[in-house]
């Protein structure tokens, strides 16, 4: 992985430490209105704004470390081939969210995991700087996506799939993260349980982010698939 320029961490750290400085204030609300509540309940709020933290990072992570400005990084653009494929998993994405919003909308969690461990979902950091490094694409396309200066539509993306695995870990379906385990999971062992409600509004979320994608995206595919 290239090491970030100069001019990259002067771009984005700003934004960085604005995103982490602002969630301390956001914690303290919580805690101070959730005082009149059971501490499991208390212990439940806490879990989930702390992963919700990881996942507003890996977002941040992801257009600091993958750099995808080739006339900033020197970076060699993605080929007409790349730009295709990667096109094809976002179509691909979005026929998994469809079949995962009606699982959700169940409370069918075994589905959706199954969905989540799919190489759309898995491998979509590596499709969104395919895209972003795209001739194929126009500047305002790139911009739309998400560029170094600014979050866009990919971040959206990654942030509601982040909240929706937040969820699954709470509520036991995913396992929790390891540098969370010991910190955050309720003693006798409350809160199991996912907020269905939250879920489907996360897989909803997540698939207008990847409609949005896909719109742009589909430029690069042959007539006959856009």
């Known amino acids: 992985m290239k090491t970030p320029s ?5 771009l984005v750290l700003p934004m960085l430490a604005a995103a982490f400085l602002v969630r301390p204030v956001r914690q303290q609300r919580m805690r101070l209105s959730m005082s009149s509540f059971p501490s499991s309940s208390c212990a439940l709020a806490s879990r989930r704004a702390a992963l919700s933290g990881k996942v507003t990072a890996a977002a941040a992570s992801f257009f600091l470390l993958s750099n995808p ?6 970076v060699k653009p993605s080929t007409a081939e790349e ?4 096109a094809r998993e976002i179509k691909a994405g979005l026929k998994s969210l469809a079949e995962m919003q009606v699982a959700a909308s169940k409370a069918d969690w075994e589905t959706v995991k199954t ?8 491998n979509f950091d590596s499709t969104a700087t395919t895209l972003v490094r795209s001739d194929l694409l126009t500047a305002e396309d790139k911009t739309s996506l998400g560029t170094i200066r600014r979050f866009g539509l990919t971040a959206d993306y990654i942030i509601m799939i982040g909240g929706l695995e937040t969820e699954l870990r709470v509520g036991g379906v995913l396992p929790p993260l390891k540098d969370a385990i010991e910190d955050l999971e309720d003693e006798e062992g409350n809160g199991k349980s996912v907020n269905r409600g939250e879920a489907v509004k996360f897989v909803k979320l997540a698939r207008g982010s990847l409609q949005e994608i896909d719109r742009i995206s589909s430029s690069v595919l042959p007539e006959g698939e856009q």
């Open 69 to 74: 400005t080739p006339a900033l990084a020197g």
């Open 83 to 86: 730009s295709i494929k990667a």
């Open 6 to 10: 100069v001019l990259t961490i002067v």
């Open 115 to 122: 969905l989540l461990s799919r190489p759309e979902f898995k």
